[in-house]
């Protein structure tokens, strides 16, 4: 289905009717201007919003109540609170969800990953916000999406990010996984990096990645919500209009927005036949099929790497600004 643009229907609004559109920013000020259905945050927008004047304040509300908790002076507690308390300040802006990220460097440990993501719910609960709006954000390590597993079957929802290939999307979605989101525009720079020309979305590795694991899904019956993340330009977005959710930047958002022109809906689970013959993801099956492609593999570990750094620059930054 075409919708033609008018004065009023911009390809934002024509694509919010097909695909819940989510913020991918720390700004809160922006979110509030740009009022998405959900925002999702990781370490890299947290540093970027603690640097920000305008929430320098968050930095020591997480202070107090680390103190209240009985936690004064712990670095990963004042880091979790922070990251709690900035997810608390964007769901009074947005009506649906958010998702705030376990540490990247417990990426490859099931049991610490179910224990923070455990603390992140209960400091949300202590500050009275609604457990049904969170998502805790889990690599897609297979040591995370076990962890993801357990969560789940505690009532913890899960949004598994840093997805790469439709294995690490499928072992997700088979360990009861709320969402998933898959980085187009990552996958799109590495094949670029290494020589492919993509002249159009139609060619994109990362938009072709999304319509197979959105199709899979529907295909096997599963539910959980396809999200797809990282893009480049608006090209990416319009090639994945109907997708379940897509969360963008703040710039690409105001780009859809001031384009009056036509959208058309690529993906539509009603247009999918259901397939029943299908076999789980084991772990051989899963740490195989990673190794076995070189971007999924380079990708996810880089990924890992970079939210780690962040982390470990944010505490850099309360240490240096004197909130611990």
């Known amino acids: 289905m075409t919708l033609k643009g008018t004065d009023t229907v911009n390809k934002r609004e024509q694509l919010a009717q097909w695909t819940s559109l989510v913020a991918d920013t720390g700004d809160l000020e922006m979110i509030a201007q740009l009022q998405p259905e959900d925002a999702t945050t990781n370490p890299s927008l947290l540093l970027a919003a603690a640097r920000d004047e305008r929430y320098r304040d968050l930095l020591q509300q997480a202070a107090d109540l680390c103190r209240t908790l009985g936690h004064q002076g712990e670095m990963d507690w004042l880091t979790d609170t922070y990251a709690c308390l900035a997810g608390q300040a964007i769901l009074e802006r947005v009506p649906g969800l958010v998702s705030s990220e376990v540490d990247a460097r417990l990426s490859f440990d099931t049991r610490a990953t179910v224990e923070k993501g455990r603390r992140l719910m209960a400091i949300y609960r202590e500050l009275d916000v609604d457990p049904s709006r969170i ?5 897609a390590s297979w040591e995370g999406i076990r962890a993801v597993e357990i ?3 505690e009532g913890i929802r899960c949004n598994v990010t840093l997805v790469f290939n439709r294995t690490q999307a499928l072992a997700a979605a088979e360990a ?3 969402l998933i989101s898959p980085f187009v525009g990552r996958i799109f720079d590495w094949h670029r990096k290494n020589g492919m020309p993509i002249e159009t979305p139609e060619q994109d590795p990362g938009v072709l990645s999304v319509r197979e694991i959105f ?3 529907k295909a096997r019956g599963l539910d959980t919500i396809v999200m797809g993340a990282s893009f480049r330009n608006a090209g990416q977005i319009e090639a994945l209009a109907g997708c379940d959710k897509l969360t963008l930047s703040p710039a690409l958002l105001e780009e859809l927005a001031g384009d009056n022109g036509g959208l058309t809906r690529v993906l539509d689970p009603e247009l999918v ?3 029943d013959d299908w076999t789980p993801v084991n772990e051989a099956a899963f740490r195989w099929q990673l190794n076995d492609d070189a971007m999924a593999s380079d990708l996810l570990a880089d990924g890992i790497r ?3 750094k962040d982390q470990q620059a944010l505490e850099t930054l309360l240490i240096d600004e004197g909130v611990i």
Do not use: H, N, S, Y
């Open 135 to 139: 998502l805790i954000k889990v690599a």
């Open 215 to 217: 199709a899979t899904f």
């Open 306 to 308: 970079r939210f780690a």
């Open 273 to 275: 036949a259901p397939q």
């Open 151 to 153: 969560l789940e079957e």
């Open 176 to 178: 009861g996984a709320t």
